[in-house]
């Protein structure tokens, strides 16, 4: 199983970007999907999750302006970023607990990572 995250880049202020994340492998079902983030010299932390019902949930610093989406049938979660700020530079992870197929519980399975920039 591994996940692939697409659609990090450069965007000024106010832009708007896109980041999509879609497992594949050996997938039983998945369960809750995510994003976390780590900016510079900071720990990382959760952007926005979403179960497999669409039940969601957001950082406050996000609250508003990001949304977060998935498609169960391509096992994909996408994050749809809005009135972007040069605070919200990082790079970001997606996160997906996932049960194998012919496993008996979920595991945690983190994408590679991809760099947003936001430009004052």
């Known amino acids: 199983v591994q996940l692939q995250a697409f659609g990090g880049g450069l965007v000024q202020t106010g832009g708007s970007l896109r980041l999509s994340c879609a497992a594949s492998?050996?997938?039983?079902?998945?369960?809750?999907m995510g994003w976390y983030r780590r900016a510079p010299g900071k720990q990382r932390e959760l952007v926005a999750v979403?179960?497999?019902?669409?039940?969601?949930n957001y950082a406050d610093s996000v609250k508003g302006r990001f949304t977060i989406s998935r498609d169960n049938a391509k096992n994909t979660v996408y994050l749809q970023m809005n009135s972007l700020k040069p605070e919200d530079t990082a790079v970001y992870y997606c996160?997906?607990?996932?049960?194998?197929?012919?496993?008996?519980?979920?595991?945690?399975?983190w994408g590679p990572g991809t760099l947003v920039t936001v430009s004052s």
């Open positions: 492998g050996t997938i039983e079902n998945i369960n809750v």
């Open positions: 996160n997906a607990d996932i049960r194998v197929r012919g496993w008996f519980r979920d595991t945690a399975y």
């Open positions: 979403i179960t497999s019902g669409g039940n969601t």
